[in-house]
């Protein structure tokens, strides 16, 4: 082999080398909450595959499935026309027409069923309100709210409490974490169970309700943004190495809403991990990282939500 091709087969090497480092990096972090969700009474609806979306009347349309598998209605599409049934109602829809029939009577609305990526999408609240369903719009979590307003209750989302042994190694020497021996153990959720009610079992006023949490940024900084009602909580993040880097919200950041919830602000780096706890590389500290976000509660078991930021 010449020295010149060796040069070559070199930078061929070097190439696919930094290309398969390059495609295995991590994905960029998002930023904000990246996904409506549709709460039917107080339950996040699951979208496995197509997340709803917003047309351009600023409408949410949902895949047509929602409708069969949640609204309890009956779907027959045909030759591009939408047929809904749930007892006496009917509901007639024409793909990509703003004309549709409610019971036989033609009703105008400003969005249209569509089809996108081989799914049929319908318009939510159009399709919800004809149903005999209210509906609401909250912009601030990105939720639309079918139904009735009753947000679960944790115990009776997690009816499981996991022993609080397992988790001691998340928690290192800060133990006064979990040192309280009125808890009867570890209740874990995920973020798909947002909104939630953590009751205080020793005072109703007490009690917290967590109704979304999520990645963005705030004067430059990476933030964990967690809109709540009830009194003011920190949180911890939990990585795996017995360091949990604990967090209040700054009152300067706090935005306080007019339904009396607020959005407390928590940053993601802190260079206290390594002034008090010895954390070398703290500023190194990526979202992946967080394996449980410890909720500093009054509640009968320990509240950590799982994998926040997988």
């Known amino acids: 082999m010449t020295k010149k091709t060796g040069c070559v087969l070199m930078i061929l090497v070097l190439a696919f080398v930094m290309s398969a480092s ?5 994905s960029p972090i998002k930023y904000g909450i990246p996904n409506i969700n549709v709460l039917l009474d107080g339950k996040r609806i699951a979208f496995p595959d197509v997340w709803p979306q917003v047309d351009a009347n600023q ?9 069969s598998e ?4 009956k779907v027959n599409y045909a030759n591009n026309m939408i047929t809904i049934t ?3 109602k009917v509901v007639v829809l024409t793909i990509g027409s703003k004309t549709a029939t409610v019971n036989g009577k033609p009703v105008t609305f400003d969005s249209a069923a569509v089809v996108k990526n081989s799914r049929t999408l319908v318009p939510l609240r159009f399709v919800s ?3 005999g369903q209210t509906v609401e719009w909250d912009g601030t979590d990105k939720y639309v709210w079918i139904g009735k307003k009753e947000v679960p209750v944790l115990q009776d989302v997690v009816k499981k409490v996991q022993p609080l042994d397992d988790f001691k190694k998340y928690y290192g020497t800060q133990k006064f974490l979990i040192d309280d021996p ?7 959720f995920q973020e798909e169970k947002f909104p939630i009610i953590v009751p205080n079992p020793y005072n109703s006023e007490g009690t917290t309700i967590f109704y979304n949490l999520w990645l963005d940024k705030y004067e430059g900084e990476v933030v964990v943004k967690v809109h709540y009602k009830g009194p003011t909580i920190g949180i911890s993040f939990l990585t795996g190495d017995g360091v949990p880097r604990s967090r209040n919200g700054i009152a300067l950041w706090r935005q306080k809403l007019n339904d ?3 959005i407390d602000i928590f940053p993601l780096l802190d260079k206290w991990d390594n002034y008090q706890w010895k954390v070398i590389d703290w500023d190194k500290l990526q979202p992946s990282d967080i394996q449980y976000i410890h909720f500093k509660v009054d509640a009968g078991s ?4 799982k994998k926040p930021f997988k």
Request: charged letters at 15%; hydrophobic letters at 50%; zero cysteines.
């Open 22 to 26: 390059w495609a295995g990096a991590a």
């Open 59 to 67: 409408r949410v349309l949902v895949p047509i499935r929602v409708v």
């Open 70 to 73: 949640n609204l309890g209605a």
């Open 86 to 88: 749930q007892g006496s």
């Open 129 to 131: 309100e004809a149903l």
């Open 182 to 188: 009125y808890r009867d153990g570890v209740r874990v």
């Open 260 to 262: 009396g919830s607020q």
């Open 302 to 305: 320990y509240v950590l939500l």
